[in-house]
């Protein structure tokens, strides 16, 4: 059974989520793939850093479908917390799947910078 979970409480007692299968929910920031391997940032409103999801082709059944999100989409990812200690980010949620909640707009204006309180 997976426990539900912020990205704050991730950042905050890591070692206490490692290996454990955790559910999380949160919109996409940015989405990059490859034929066999993606990855998404998200973000769930809790915590003004992301959280790297790798989801690969063989794990989640709708691999195509969430390689097209743009950003700005809804999604739930379920999956195992893992360490990265030589990466960028301390640890990452590999995914086992991944629903999509909504499907933001082509042309919703929300890119990757950050934007003023007035846009």
């Known amino acids: 059974m997976a426990v539900s979970i912020t990205i704050r409480q991730l950042y905050k007692d890591t070692k206490e989520y490692v290996g454990i299968t955790v559910t999380v929910s949160g919109w996409v920031r940015t989405i990059r793939d490859s034929k066999s391997v993606g990855f998404i940032e998200m973000n769930d409103g809790s915590f003004f850093k ?31 917390i893992v360490e990265t200690p030589v990466a960028r980010q301390p640890f990452e949620l590999k995914a086992s799947g991944i629903t999509i909640e909504s499907v933001a707009m082509p042309d919703y204006p929300l890119q990757k910078k950050r934007h003023s309180f007035e846009f």
Do not use: C, H, K, P
Not at 55 to 64: A, I, S, Y
């Open 50 to 80: 992301n959280l790297q999801v790798v989801f690969e082709r063989d794990l989640v059944g709708n691999f195509d479908e969430i390689a097209r999100l743009s950003s700005g989409s809804a999604i739930t990812v379920e999956g195992n």
